[in-house]
Every structure is written in C-alpha cells, then in structure tokens.
C-alpha cells in the first residue's frame, strides 16, 4: 500500500520533506548556527518581503473601498478614508458593465467546464489505463502528443469552428472547446494506474460490469485526483482571457476577465472600478485558494513532478 | 434585399406620408428648411417608395450598437428614450461599447445573427462593413426622407457611398478642433487664437516666455495620426488615393507634416515621450497649455471646469484642412432578413436623423444643414468649428482602410513622432506596407 | 515532459507501456466496444476542437481567408512566403511581434527560473509559518491575467502609480513611463509575470527539494562539502527531472504572453510590446485575415516545437 498513491501516501510524502527538512534545519543550527538575534533579524526580512509582495493586492482591495477621487490621489493612502462601497455600486449598476451578471456568466461556465474536463478525462483515462483493445497506444499517443502542440494553433480554427456550430456569443463557446484536456486525461490516467487492480478484480467477480466497477470503486477512490483536477480546470476556466474577450460579443455575456479588459477600457482611468471590478473576479478564487490550498499546490506540485 | 418586397398597402403609406410630414413639422419647427424637406417628400409622392416612414406592424425590438461610452452617451440615451416614447410598437435596445471593441465584434456578431439591427458607426468603417455584407444600403431611407446631397457637405455625403449605394445616414460630422487655456493665454499675453504656422509659434514661444515651458505636448498615439491627416490636407498631400489602391504617406508634403509635429518636441515645447492620452489629462489638469483635440470632449472640459477656448486647428501650411469624421446611422444585414425589424430599422434611423438637433448636445456638429441652421449652434461651444466645416476632410470610402491606418500608419507615426526613426524613412516603410495591403483588400473585398 | 524520471513511487509507468503483469490482467474481460464507449466523449471534443483544427488551421492557411467575406481565394504558400518577404506588411508586423516576444522570454525565463528557486530553497527549511508563507507567494497565481494586468496598470501608472511614488520616495526616477516606453515596459511586463507566476514555479521547485533524500546531503557534509558545493553536487542534481519541466513550462508560458501586454502596455509604444500571440489574435479576429494570422501560428508553431526539441536534449544530453 506504502507504494500506492493515495491521499494517505500523500500525506506520507509531505512527512517525508517535512522531516528532511527538519533534519537538515537542525544540522545547521549544529553547525554553529545562527544566534537569536540573526534568527530574529531573518523573521523580520522574510516577514517584510511577504507584506510586500502581498502589498498590491491589498491595495487592490484598499482602493476598491475608495472614492473615485482618493483612488487617484498622490500620496496613495493605506486606508480608505471615506470608506465607501460606491464603486461596487457602480459597477453593479451600470448596464453596459453588469459585473454580477459577468460574475455569474464566470461561475457557470467554470463549474461547467471543470465538470466536462474531469468527466470526460476520467472515463478515457480509465479505458486508457485499465482496458485492452486495438489502437490503444495511438489513442494514448495522439493525445500525449497533443500535449506539445502549443494551442495558439488552435486559436484561428476554433474560433471559426464554433462560429459555424453557432456557439459565438454564448457560453458554450468557452465551456467546450477548451475542454479536450491531454494533461486531464494524462493526469488521470497516472492515477488509475496507481490504484491496486485487487479492488477492481474484486469487484468483477461480485458481478460488477466495466461501468460499475468504475463507478463504485474507482471513483471513490479518486476523490483526491479528482479534485484536483476539478480545481485546476476550474481556475484555469475562470482566468481564461485571450478566448473569451473574442467569442463573447454582448456585454450580458461576458466573462469576468473579458469582462474587466471592457471595464477598463471603459473607465480608463477609474481605478476605483476597476480595483471593484478586480476584486470581485478575484474573490472566488481567493476563497478557493484558502479553503482547498493544499490540493491546489499539491496539484500544481504533482503534475511538476510527474509532467 | 428584403425592403423590396415589403410593399405597403396603398393607405398605410399615405399615413406614413402624412405622419412624416407632421412629424417633420412639428420638429423642425425651428428649423428654417423643415417646410424645404417637406416639400421634397411632397414632391417624391408619385415614385415607389419603400420607406414608409411609420411602422405599423406587430411590436419589435431593434438591437441598437452604438459606441458613444463618453460625454455623448447620455444626449444619444435621450434620443433613444424619446423614440422609444413615441413609438408603442417598437423598442430599441441600445447597447454601448467602446468602438475598438464595437468594430472587431461587429461582423462576427451580425454572422451569428447575434448582432444589432441598427447602429451607428464611423463614416470610414462604412466600406468594410458594406464590403463584409454586414450593413445594407439604406437609400431608400435616403430617399423617402429626402435627403440629399444639398442638406450635407458633399465631402460627408459622398463619402458614405460605397460602389454607388449608400450605407449610411449621417447624424453628425465632428473633426479635431484646437483647445487652449484662456488663463495661460491671458498670462502669456496672448488675445486671439493662432489661425496659422506665425501666429501659432509665437503663441507657443509667449507661452513659454511666460514659464509654461511645454505648452503643447505632442503625442505620438491617438491622436497623433490625426493631426498627421489634417497637416499633411493642410499641405496638398493626397494621403490615400481616391479608388483606394495606394497611400502615399511619404510624399514630400505629408513627411513635412510629419516633420513638423517632430518639431514640435525638438524645440522643447513638449516632452519627447507622451504616454497614451496624458497630454490631454495634462492640459485638463492645467500642465499644458494647447491641445488638439476632438470636439467630442468639449462635455468633458466643460464638466472639468478649466477655463478653456475652443478654435479651429491653425492652418500651419497652404490651405484650411481639418481630419474629420461623422457617425452614421446603418442596418444590418441581420434586420434585413426580418421585414418587420427592416421596416422599423428605417423608421428608427429616419427619426434619429430629423431630430439631430438634440445631438448637438453632445458636442458634435449636426451633420445636416438644415439643422445647422436651426440656431442648435449658436450657444454651442463647437460653433466656431461648425463654421469651418467645409474644410472637413474625411477618409476616402475604401473598405480595410480603417486597418490600415492601425497596422501600417499608426506604428509608423509613434516611431517617428518618438524619434526612434527618421520620418522619411517611417513613412516610406508604411505606405510600401500599406500600399499592399490596400492592394490585397482591394481584391478580397472585390474593390 | 512525458518521460522525465518521475520521483514519486506511483509513477513508473509514465511511458505509457504498464508493466507486463498488468497486461495481463483479468480487467481485460470486457466488451469490444466498451473501451471506445468510455473513450467516446472524450474523443469526440479532441477530435472537433483539437486534432480537425491543427487540419483546417493548415488549410486556411493556404487561403486569403476572411470569413465575413464570400470569397476565399486560394494562395497557396503566398501567406507563408509574405511572412518570410521582408518587404510585405506581415512580414514586418509578424517579426516584430516574435522579436517582442524573443525580449520577453529571454528576459522573464531566466527570473523565472533563478527567483523561485531562491523563495523554495528558503521555503524548504523548516520554521513555523513557513505554510503562510507559501501561501502568500503562490497567492498572485491563483488569480488570473486580467486581474493581475487591471491591477497593476494602476500600480504602474506614470503619474498616480504605486510604483513611481514609492520610487520618488526612496530618490530615484518617479516619472517613468512604465507603460508606454521601453525599455520600461518591458521591465515593466518582466516583474509582473514574475510577481504574478513566481509561486507555480516556487511550488513545484519545493516539490522537488522535498525529494532528495537527506542522506545526500548528510553524505556530502562528511566529505566536507561548504553549503554553496552541497547545493552544486546535490541540490541541483536532485532537482534536474523537476529543473527540465519547469524550464519547459515557463518557456512555453513566456512564449504565449498575451494579457499583460493587451491589457497593460497595449502593444505600446508603437507595437513593441505587442507579442506574437497578441499579433496573430490581432490579424485573425481583429482584422479578420484569418489566412494570415493561421499561417503566422504555424510558424510560431515550428519554433516553439523546435524550442521544446533543443531544451529536451539539453536535459536529455546532461544526464548522459
């Protein structure tokens, strides 16, 4: 089981580095090391580069509590001051910019489409990785291969493909394209061959068909890959720009990216629109970092690892 | 074309008559030639006539794309407001958008049938609309309102003409216009607006005796290849020619244009690098003292509070010039193909125009006569410039043109107005590049 | 990519060829069709959106292709041989748009490859708040380009930025022209894909520095090895698989810069800072010369192909 990649030898994995780096963080100290004072002097360093790293999106949100007037204003100030949710009224408000609307277009069309990646990834993953049949390996191919082609070639083609199926303008144009994910199938595919093939034949000679099998067994023990996999189409839907901004035309369709580039070219020097307007398309995200961070980054990890 | 089928019973298009004759009537009453227009319709009553003028059929709702997202917005709102008001059976649904966005989405939006049914766009987007097969002609607006060439200068008129069918109706001309600090000239001692190359350059050398050291920034984006157009104009060169098969931006008269605004910065009357639209936030903030501008932001100072002057561009070379363009109002391929939507697009755009007298508003010069001479300008910041009005240059109707200034003349000019390439060289560059470019559009779009 | 070592157990059959045992397995006992059923809707999106379009790009290639206009003559190679004809229009417009982003990659690779690693080798120790902190390192990645480019178009603002304020306060220039003038711009778009992607890069660089065994280092500290030798004969070593995707995938990232630059600089000043992909969105959905722009991306293809072949060996031969 040691040998199976499962949460549990995730978790493994991270006591490992944890460790080894504890390990090593104690043989320098031992090496004569460093006093208190150094230590605190290294805090303070890290601690300072932090904030400012961190510091424009603070003011991002700062600005977007400000009035028009102060989000312009030199010195910049920290604090709002009034504090005013008027951009946000704004922008809520004005038809040409209806940034609910755009928040809900986003929503939908990233839960769709992280519910098209991780289905249709999964289901040919697991033919790929469990199932013996002619053209198997130039299935496998063809899709790995892909994983090279750069998708700026896609960009022209597709645009008149979806032109001709009659999806401009609507969402569908930015769930489904996009969708065909190699490294979801790729990705997938590492994990089902992770997964001890014990379960499954136990499963078969209860009675249960392919389709069952994958179901009740292999999914449930996917749960993890399968996050993962959710939450990166997920975000990688939600930011998606250079697509949207040209198969959406009218304002009530857009994205929220799409959306803030005609928020900005609206409002050129309305910052405090645009800092609403940027906060908004940020906060799903931001949610989603800080609630399901450690899939995130292991994902993001992960597919370093095994890329 | 679907207009032509639709022929109206024989008593709805005498109502229609009358209702257009009341209608003219009663809005133009101000206007010295609304009995002239009339009078035109009267005398058009024996010809077939497709427009009808009034709408009678079921309710519909017109998709409206127009691009006035600044200080003109809220007088084209009203307008719409207004007909909308008038009109029980039909809605128009504006939708505003900043016009780089409204021309790139355009074509692909009217293909999908997800596009307007009547907008309003730029004089010099007409041809490749047209050539695209996004627009329709609307002559027979034309006709059934009886405009003609008279009530229009003939350089807005002709323009809108495209392989001899009209596109578009124009609702106003607007050109570029200079803008000064009265404060600044009042300290620099200076007591008329400079009309020409001496009187300008001794405005701007008072203005810098008087410590605004760089009183006229000069850009190198927008606006800058309008005030290239309306220099080289000004100094007889033909920047494109006329059937569209060739630009000729490094003639020797237009490379002095050029020349001319890349002095403007060697002799340190402005910065050597202007960053996008910051010499006109510098000169509503008061840093600068003259800018070229168009009339359209004549709401925006005027809401800014600076005490500004408006007057026509100086003449710097040989004759008056003045780039210019005029919005038009156009129908869909895509309410063409809907005989109701076509009808009411007509009346839409019909009324639009006879009532442009509420447009002046917004800044813009009313592209019709008539309404000119209404008396609209006589408050009007913008008047002094209505009355320069046939100096107004526009682009010649040659579909892509719009691209070609974007891709071939725009870059071109920033380099040089930079100084990051000699003029001569710049130019020569660009026109080569858009001379193939103008070649190649000329057969795709079947010139 | 598909066959660097992998360095998690789980992962030995990332060629694509499982292990004899389980071919053999008895899953095989299922229906000729069921394979292709599960495979169905999967195959149908990559077949319509991913392998008919590398076809039909190569096709409009070879037209003047502009679909709002019923005629689409065919031209042959003509769109290709205008990208290579110095004195055509796409010509000049295509080779400063890879020359725009040539200067980007060459600049932001380099960042991206060198700055993370510093925040992961610091990450990499163990003290408390050390999660925090990598939280708020990859924080700027999780949002996307609009917002990240909206927000720092504010921030870099010549007259009312962030950025020249804090500048004029510590005595230096605090009038650049961060977004309309190079070499500023550059500068400019460079710091933000690194502030904004640094974190990725740091998280799979920390991945990776979890990996090699302790042992190593423990062994090369009795041979005497100072900290500086510890990271030339074992850190980098035992990050090289992770080393050669990282390199790959921020190549590739750099190389489709497109929304800093649309949003922040606008191309500008002129067109310098308009990237190739920026470009070929611009010629094909802009102006709609579909033809042009199909054939500018299967150059760009070419290289980038290319690229991908001689960064592979490079890794491939410092193994051996």
């Known amino acids: 089981m040691a040998a199976v990649e499962t949460p549990s030898s995730q978790q493994a994995d991270r006591g490992r580095g944890a460790s080894d780096a504890a390990h090593r963080g104690t043989t320098v100290k031992a090496d004569g090391g460093p006093s208190r004072g150094r230590i605190v002097l290294r805090y303070a360093l890290l601690i300072l580069l932090a904030l400012v790293y961190i510091s424009p999106l603070v003011f991002m949100v700062v600005t977007s509590f400000k009035t028009r007037g102060e989000a312009s204003a030199i010195p910049p100030s920290w604090i709002p001051n009034p504090f005013t949710t008027q951009a946000y009224e704004t922008i809520f408000g004005a038809a040409g910019t209806p940034v609910l609307r755009w928040f809900g277009n986003s929503m939908l069309a990233a839960l769709a489409h992280a519910a098209l990646v991780v289905s249709t990834s999964a289901l040919a993953a697991y033919a790929l990785a469990r199932m013996e049949f002619r053209g198997r390996k130039i299935v496998f191919g063809a899709i790995v291969a892909t994983l090279f082609v750069p998708p700026v070639i896609l960009i022209i083609p597709n645009y008149l493909i979806v032109a001709e199926l009659g999806w401009l303008n609507t969402l569908v144009a930015v769930i489904v394209p996009t969708a065909a994910s190699a490294f979801g199938v790729f990705f997938m595919r590492q994990f089902f061959l992770g997964i001890p093939v014990e379960l499954e034949e136990a499963a078969r000679l209860d009675g249960a068909n392919q389709w069952e099998t994958f179901v009740k067994v292999v999914l449930p023990l996917s749960k993890a890959a399968l996050a993962t996999l959710a939450l990166l189409s997920f975000l990688t839907n939600w930011n998606d720009f250079l697509w949207p901004i040209y198969v959406l035309f009218s304002p009530e369709m857009q994205t929220l990216p799409a959306g803030l580039s005609t928020l900005q070219s609206a409002n050129a020097v309305r910052y405090d629109l645009l800092m609403a307007g940027a906060v908004v398309a940020s906060v799903p995200v931001l949610l989603l970092f800080v609630f399901l961070q450690r899939y995130l980054i292991e994902g993001v990890a992960r597919s370093g690892l095994k890329g | ?447 | 990519m598909a066959t660097s070592t992998a360095p998690l157990a789980a992962t030995d059959e990332v060629a694509g060829t499982p292990a004899p045992g389980h071919s053999a397995r008895g899953l095989a006992t299922h229906g000729k069709a069921t394979p292709w059923l599960f495979l169905a809707p999967y195959l149908v999106l990559f077949f319509v959106f991913v392998i008919a379009p590398i076809i039909f790009g190569f096709y409009i290639s070879l037209h003047r292709y502009d679909y709002t206009l019923p005629g689409k003559p065919f031209v042959g190679l003509d769109n290709y041989a205008d990208l290579f004809d110095s004195a055509s229009i796409s010509s000049g417009i295509f080779w400063d748009s890879m020359q725009a982003t040539g200067i980007f990659t060459v600049l932001s690779v380099p960042l991206l490859l060198v700055v993370p690693l510093l925040v992961a080798l610091v990450m990499n120790r163990s003290f408390p708040g050390r999660n925090a902190l990598r939280a708020v390192y990859f924080a700027p990645y999780v949002l996307g380009v609009a917002v990240v480019a909206v927000l720092w178009r504010y921030l870099l603002d010549a007259n009312i930025g962030l950025v020249n304020y804090y500048l004029g306060l510590v005595g230096l220039p605090d009038d650049i022209s961060w977004t309309t003038s190079v070499p500023a711009a550059w500068v400019a778009l460079v710091g933000v894909t690194v502030w904004w992607t640094l974190g990725f890069n740091a998280v799979i660089y920390l991945a990776g520095l979890q990996d090699i065994a302790g042992e190593l280092y423990e062994a090369a500290r009795m041979d005497g090895a100072n900290s500086w030798q510890q990271f030339v004969h074992v850190t980098l070593p035992g990050l090289k698989p992770v080393l050669s995707f990282v390199t790959m995938v921020t190549i590739i990232g750099s190389v489709n810069m497109f929304g800093q630059s649309y949003l922040i600089t606008g191309g500008a000043p002129g067109r310098e800072t308009r990237t190739a992909i920026y470009q070929i969105a611009e010629t094909g959905l802009t102006n709609y010369q579909m033809g042009d722009a199909a054939a500018m991306s299967y150059v760009l293809t070419v290289f980038l192909m290319a690229l991908s072949v001689i960064i592979f060996r490079l890794f491939r031969d410092k193994d051996a």
């Open chain 2, 1 to 447: 074309m679907s207009l032509t089928s639709v022929i109206a019973p024989t008593a709805r298009r005498r109502r229609g008559r009358l209702g257009l004759v009341a209608l003219a009537a009663t809005t133009l009453a101000v206007s010295s030639c609304g009995g002239g227009v009339s009078a035109e319709e009267a005398a058009q009553g024996g010809e077939e006539a497709e427009f009808s003028g009034e709408y009678t059929g079921p309710d519909v709702e017109l998709a409206y794309w127009n691009g006035f997202t600044g200080g003109d917005g809220p007088f084209m709102q009203k307008m719409v407001d207004e007909f909308n008001a008038e009109h029980d059976n039909i809605k128009v649904t504006p939708n505003t958008i900043q016009w780089g966005d409204f021309y790139q989405r355009l074509p692909a939006a009217v293909n999908a049938g997800e596009g307007p049914d009547v907008g309003a766009m730029h004089l010099d987007q007409l041809a490749t609309n047209a050539a695209r097969s996004v627009i329709v002609p609307v002559d027979n607006v034309a006709e059934g309102l009886g405009l003609t060439e008279d009530d229009f200068t003939k350089e807005v008129w002709d323009a809108g003409i495209y392989k001899d069918k009209r596109y578009g109706i124009p609702l106003d001309v607007h050109s570029l216009a200079m803008y000064y600090n009265k404060d600044h000239f009042e300290a620099a001692g200076i007591t008329e607006a400079p009309t020409d190359e001496a009187s300008f350059m001794d405005a701007l050398e008072k203005l810098q005796a008087a410590g605004f050291e760089q009183p006229f920034w000069m850009p190198n984006l927008w606006p800058s290849h309008l005030m290239y157009l309306s220099l080289a104009w000004q100094n007889g060169a033909e920047v494109y020619a006329e059937d569209g098969s060739s630009a000729s931006f490094d003639s020797p008269e237009a490379v002095e244009a050029l020349e001319w605004q890349r002095s403007i910065i060697d002799q340190g009357y402005s910065p050597a690098e202007v960053a996008i639209d910051s010499q006109y936030a510098a000169f509503k903030a008061g840093e600068t003292s003259i800018t070229w501008d168009g009339i359209w932001q004549i709401n925006d100072l005027k809401e800014s509070g600076l005490n500004y002057g408006i007057a026509p561009i100086p003449t710097i070379f040989g004759e008056d010039a003045v780039w210019a363009n005029s919005h038009n109002f156009f129908i869909t391929k895509q309410a063409s193909q809907d005989e109701n939507k076509a009808q009411a697009a007509q009346v839409f755009i019909g009324w639009m125009s006879e009532h442009s007298e509420e447009w002046a508003g917004s800044g813009m010069i009313p592209a019709r006569q008539s309404v000119r001479d209404s008396g609209v300008l006589d408050d009007a910041p913008q008047g002094v410039i209505a009355e320069q009005i046939d100096s107004m240059r526009f682009l010649p109707p040659v579909p892509g043109v719009g691209g070609v200034q974007a891709e071939a003349l725009e870059p071109a000019l920033s380099n040089a107005v930079l100084g990051r390439a000699e003029p001569q060289q710049a130019m020569s560059d660009a026109a080569q590049q858009a001379t193939k470019l103008m070649e190649e559009n000329l057969e795709s779009f079947g010139g």
